[in-house]
């Protein structure tokens, strides 16, 4: 916990690329629906598709999820995190 | 057992009212809740609305050793948190009607975020049966998951299942049977908040258990407090003497990350879960989903397959539907029509005229409307099945966000090309009202065939050669306005506000015949039960209309009232035969050429046209063309308006916003046309 890795929106990881959820910044009503697909501070997850604009996907705790842009660009992340699972 | 599938609600709580053993059917979407509903209901089940809610309620029984029982189909929801209208209506059935056994699915491919669900259903002290569908998707992937393991961790009974294919029902049946009997001991295990919040959760608990009232339990109250849910906060506040409620306020205030910490707890709770139970496959192994997506979610093979995907739905409605409707027109309809008429020789003219040309002809136009609409429903449900409606949606995601949508607005727009009815129902598949009620609003100003009819029927008279470009132009212009009026709609309707587009992105898996054929069904009988007599209605009033006061459609009331409207008209270059058409237009969109045939005196194969090229000019034409694109739906898309959105407020705002664009457009046009001399 001490080392500080860089936290950096969800949009910046590339397809491929692993990370951690740190926190959200998107209200009350969007964070919920997030935690209830998963998404929530500490879960692992892979970057399945970003091309860069438009919607991504991701996938946390076993699912794919559809992200708008703007919804991942509300989620900060910890790159890394792939020695738990692989 | 299937003479039961015309009761209506109120019917089957008679038959089977109280004393019945009520079930629920609970799950995260994409679980085949619908399948195991289906499979158990079969055709005893009836598809209504929650109470003052436009979820959808489906509801059935069937009997088990002798005994019947009730099944409600709770709305598929990821939690039970109030964000969205399915999740309170999901919590309030089982907090108010308390059921004896919840059958909660989940998808053992997906244990770790369909459990979810399961650890709130707990905490709400349901007596819950764990159904773990999906074995063979899971066995797939290389997934084992240990079922008894899995139900001792739990300390509720888990039997594992495969739907689709109806295996495991017999057992799940005989569990649900032995709850019914009291022979089930039910310990489970609850999850916990994260260890840096218990302290004050239980602070709010014991600030207002004395207050809750008796249908909640307490525990759950506070959790949903400490989560920030809008419903529970609201009735807490009215409930608890304010010097209690501000004290809670504080706690609450000091930790508004809390919900964080309540869902967190449940993925831990999950996690011990599914680690006792689940051996996971290696890593590194890319999934038939992973693959295909590669192509149906990319940004650009994305789009080019999609268009592939709709190009097929229309050539299928054009070689299927087309010939079928055609058929039933000359065959069917035309032949008991004439049938009828000749039965009626005898009859008073004006009663022949009323059953012949009102009656038959709008229940006529009901039944040549529905080889359309089930060929549009399959081919939809299908694809929803099948789990490709999510790629289409992602793949027009960043398209639908010029008018304030998202992406899973985008295929209930494109079906109204073939038809506006199957496209307003489409929209149940956006899960946010005011995205959902959007799409409604804006769905009419896509071109249907019907429209499409009168256009090209309309513009080679007056355009000739051009016609082809008038009609491409039509369709742009009146897209433009789907896209602006979406835009402007959300600014002054949801002030410019977005719903988030959050997707889970199913995996891909062979469609169930019976699941598809009971929606098809379903949707069917609700558009002929509901649309049908609406229509049926304003078809024969429009007849009346039309005939009285002495037989004679140009002496009619319909033809007065068209007079008396002739200044109106005037803006648009009308006469009072044009506003007629366009009035005989609501009860379906053709009939606006019958109409002016019958006003001329020539059927529109002979004569018409020669006869309309030498009465209106250009100006009026074109004019007549933009109102015919903009004007009010047709009845049955208005009926469906009111169906989906349990609103006359919302029907008459529809009605009012294509009343103002349709005249404006055409004054507009009028005018514009007469300064480029088209006059």
């Given at each position: 916990m001490m080392e500080t890795a860089p936290i950096l929106p969800l949009v910046e990881i590339h397809t491929g690329e692993r990370a951690i959820v740190r926190e959200f910044r998107a209200g009350r009503a969007v964070e919920n629906r997030l935690a209830s697909l998963g998404l929530t501070p500490g879960a692992p997850v892979e970057m399945v598709q970003n091309y860069g604009r438009g919607p991504l996907i991701v996938r946390v705790r076993g699912t794919r999820v559809a992200l708008g842009r703007g919804e991942a660009a509300k989620i900060l992340v910890e790159r890394g995190g792939n020695g738990r699972k692989s | 057992m299937a003479e039961s599938h015309d009761l209506s609600a109120r019917d089957v709580e008679l038959q089977v009212g109280a004393g019945v053993p009520l079930i629920a059917l609970a799950g995260q979407p994409n679980m085949g809740k619908s399948t195991l509903f289906n499979l158990l209901t079969g055709l005893n089940q009836h598809v209504g609305n929650w109470p003052g809610k436009t979820v959808e309620r489906r509801e059935g029984h069937f009997d088990l050793n002798g005994r019947r029982l009730r099944l409600v189909d709770?709305?598929?929801?990821?939690?039970?948190?109030?964000?969205?209208?399915?999740?309170?209506?999901?919590?309030?059935?089982?907090?108010?009607?308390?059921?004896?056994?919840?059958?909660?699915?989940?998808?053992?491919?997906?244990?770790?975020?369909?459990?979810?669900?399961?650890?709130?259903?707990?905490?709400?002290?349901?007596?819950?049966?764990?159904?773990?569908?999906m074995m063979d998707v899971a066995a797939q992937e290389g997934i084992v998951v240990q079922a008894e393991v899995l139900a001792a961790a739990l300390g509720v009974p888990v039997v594992p299942l495969v739907a689709s294919k109806a295996q495991g029902v017999r057992k799940l049946l005989e569990v649900v049977q032995a709850v019914l009997d009291g022979q089930v001991n039910f310990k489970p295990a609850l999850p916990e908040v994260r260890a840096d919040h218990r302290e004050v959760l239980k602070r709010i608990e014991a600030l207002v258990a004395e207050y809750v009232p008796a249908l909640y339990p307490v525990d759950w109250v506070a959790l949903k407090l400490f989560e920030g849910d809008a419903e529970v906060t609201r009735m807490m506040k009215s409930e608890l003497p304010p010097e209690k409620w501000s004290a809670v306020h504080v706690l609450l205030r000091e930790h508004d990350d809390a919900f964080l910490a309540v869902a967190s707890g449940r993925y831990e709770w999950i996690g011990r879960m599914v680690r006792a139970a689940v051996t996971q496959p290696k890593m590194g192994q890319i999934g038939l989903t992973e693959r295909l997506d590669r192509w149906a979610a990319h940004p650009i093979w994305g789009l080019f397959i999609l268009a592939g995907m709709l190009g097929l739905v229309f050539w299928l409605t054009f070689t299927l539907a087309t010939p079928l409707q055609d058929f039933m027109d000359a065959r069917m309809i035309a032949p008991f029509a004439e049938w009828m008429s000749g039965l009626l020789a005898e009859?008073?003219?004006?009663?022949?005229?009323?059953?012949?040309?009102?009656?038959?002809?709008?229940?006529?136009?009901?039944?040549?409307?529905?080889?359309?609409?089930?060929?549009?429903?399959?081919?939809?449900?299908?694809?929803?099945?099948?789990?490709?409606?999510?790629?289409?949606?992602?793949?027009?995601?960043?398209?639908?966000?010029?008018?304030?949508?998202?992406?899973?607005?985008?295929?209930?727009?494109?079906?109204?090309?073939?038809?506006?009815?199957?496209?307003?129902?489409?929209?149940?598949?956006?899960?946010?009202?005011?995205?959902?009620?959007?799409?409604?609003?804006?769905?009419?100003?896509?071109?249907?065939?019907?429209?499409?009819?009168?256009?090209?029927?309309?513009?080679?008279?007056?355009?000739?050669?051009?016609?082809?470009?008038?009609?491409?132009?039509?369709?742009?212009?009146?897209?433009?306005?789907?896209?602006?009026?979406?835009?402007?709609?959300?600014?002054?309707?949801?002030?410019?506000?977005?719903?988030a587009f959050i997707m889970e992105m199913p995996l891909y898996h062979i469609p169930n015949a019976r699941t598809i054929g009971l929606l098809v069904w379903q949707r069917s009988i609700s558009f002929v039960q509901k649309a049908g007599t609406a229509i049926l209605g304003m078809s024969l009033a429009v007849w009346v209309l039309s005939f009285l006061p002495n037989g004679d459609l140009n002496t009619s009331f319909l033809?007065?009232?068209?007079?008396?409207?002739?200044?109106?008209?005037?803006?648009?270059?009308?006469?009072?035969?044009?506003?007629?058409?366009?009035?005989?237009?609501?009860?379906?969109?053709?009939?606006?050429?019958?109409?002016?045939?019958?006003?001329?005196?020539?059927?529109?194969?002979?004569?018409?046209?020669?006869?309309?090229?030498?009465?209106?000019?250009?100006?009026?034409?074109?004019?007549?063309?933009?109102?015919?694109?903009?004007?009010?739906?047709?009845?049955?898309?208005?009926?469906?308006?009111?169906?989906?959105?349990?609103?006359?407020?919302?029907?008459?705002?529809?009605?009012?916003?294509?009343?103002?664009?349709?005249?404006?457009?055409?004054?507009?046009?009028?005018?514009?046309?007469?300064?480029?001399?088209?006059?």
């Amino acid at each position: 916990m001490m080392e500080t890795a860089p936290i950096l929106p969800l949009v910046e990881i590339h397809t491929g690329e692993r990370a951690i959820v740190r926190e959200f910044r998107a209200g009350r009503a969007v964070e919920n629906r997030l935690a209830s697909l998963g998404l929530t501070p500490g879960a692992p997850v892979e970057m399945v598709q970003n091309y860069g604009r438009g919607p991504l996907i991701v996938r946390v705790r076993g699912t794919r999820v559809a992200l708008g842009r703007g919804e991942a660009a509300k989620i900060l992340v910890e790159r890394g995190g792939n020695g738990r699972k692989s | 057992m299937a003479e039961s599938h015309d009761l209506s609600a109120r019917d089957v709580e008679l038959q089977v009212g109280a004393g019945v053993p009520l079930i629920a059917l609970a799950g995260q979407p994409n679980m085949g809740k619908s399948t195991l509903f289906n499979l158990l209901t079969g055709l005893n089940q009836h598809v209504g609305n929650w109470p003052g809610k436009t979820v959808e309620r489906r509801e059935g029984h069937f009997d088990l050793n002798g005994r019947r029982l009730r099944l409600v189909d709770l709305p598929g929801t990821y939690s039970l948190t109030a964000n969205s209208p399915e999740e309170v209506v999901a919590r309030e059935f089982i907090v108010r009607e308390r059921p004896q056994v919840v059958v909660a699915v989940v998808s053992a491919a997906n244990l770790e975020r369909s459990l979810y669900l399961v650890a709130e259903l707990l905490s709400l002290s349901a007596q819950v049966v764990v159904a773990l569908n999906m074995m063979d998707v899971a066995a797939q992937e290389g997934i084992v998951v240990q079922a008894e393991v899995l139900a001792a961790a739990l300390g509720v009974p888990v039997v594992p299942l495969v739907a689709s294919k109806a295996q495991g029902v017999r057992k799940l049946l005989e569990v649900v049977q032995a709850v019914l009997d009291g022979q089930v001991n039910f310990k489970p295990a609850l999850p916990e908040v994260r260890a840096d919040h218990r302290e004050v959760l239980k602070r709010i608990e014991a600030l207002v258990a004395e207050y809750v009232p008796a249908l909640y339990p307490v525990d759950w109250v506070a959790l949903k407090l400490f989560e920030g849910d809008a419903e529970v906060t609201r009735m807490m506040k009215s409930e608890l003497p304010p010097e209690k409620w501000s004290a809670v306020h504080v706690l609450l205030r000091e930790h508004d990350d809390a919900f964080l910490a309540v869902a967190s707890g449940r993925y831990e709770w999950i996690g011990r879960m599914v680690r006792a139970a689940v051996t996971q496959p290696k890593m590194g192994q890319i999934g038939l989903t992973e693959r295909l997506d590669r192509w149906a979610a990319h940004p650009i093979w994305g789009l080019f397959i999609l268009a592939g995907m709709l190009g097929l739905v229309f050539w299928l409605t054009f070689t299927l539907a087309t010939p079928l409707q055609d058929f039933m027109d000359a065959r069917m309809i035309a032949p008991f029509a004439e049938w009828m008429s000749g039965l009626l020789a005898e009859a008073p003219f004006w009663l022949r005229g009323m059953l012949v040309d009102g009656a038959i002809g709008g229940v006529g136009s009901v039944l040549t409307f529905l080889p359309v609409l089930v060929i549009f429903f399959a081919v939809f449900a299908l694809l929803e099945d099948v789990g490709y409606m999510a790629r289409a949606a992602y793949v027009m995601d960043n398209l639908m966000h010029l008018m304030g949508l998202h992406g899973k607005s985008f295929l209930p727009l494109f079906l109204g090309f073939g038809c506006n009815v199957p496209a307003i129902m489409g929209t149940r598949v956006i899960d946010s009202w005011p995205a959902r009620l959007l799409t409604i609003l804006i769905a009419p100003l896509v071109p249907c065939t019907a429209r499409m009819v009168v256009v090209t029927f309309i513009a080679p008279i007056f355009f000739g050669a051009n016609a082809l470009w008038v009609s491409w132009g039509l369709v742009l212009v009146t897209l433009s306005l789907l896209v602006s009026s979406g835009a402007l709609l959300n600014l002054v309707l949801f002030k410019g506000q977005r719903s988030a587009f959050i997707m889970e992105m199913p995996l891909y898996h062979i469609p169930n015949a019976r699941t598809i054929g009971l929606l098809v069904w379903q949707r069917s009988i609700s558009f002929v039960q509901k649309a049908g007599t609406a229509i049926l209605g304003m078809s024969l009033a429009v007849w009346v209309l039309s005939f009285l006061p002495n037989g004679d459609l140009n002496t009619s009331f319909l033809a007065q009232f068209g007079k008396a409207l002739e200044p109106v008209g005037r803006l648009m270059g009308f006469d009072w035969r044009l506003t007629v058409a366009l009035i005989t237009s609501f009860p379906a969109k053709e009939n606006a050429i019958a109409t002016l045939g019958v006003l001329f005196g020539n059927s529109p194969e002979a004569g018409l046209a020669e006869a309309l090229a030498a009465t209106f000019s250009t100006a009026s034409a074109l004019s007549f063309l933009v109102v015919t694109m903009l004007f009010i739906p047709c009845m049955a898309t208005v009926a469906v308006i009111k169906q989906e959105t349990h609103s006359w407020r919302w029907t008459f705002l529809s009605i009012a916003m294509f009343l103002g664009l349709s005249l404006a457009g055409g004054t507009l046009v009028y005018r514009l046309a007469g300064l480029f001399g088209l006059g």
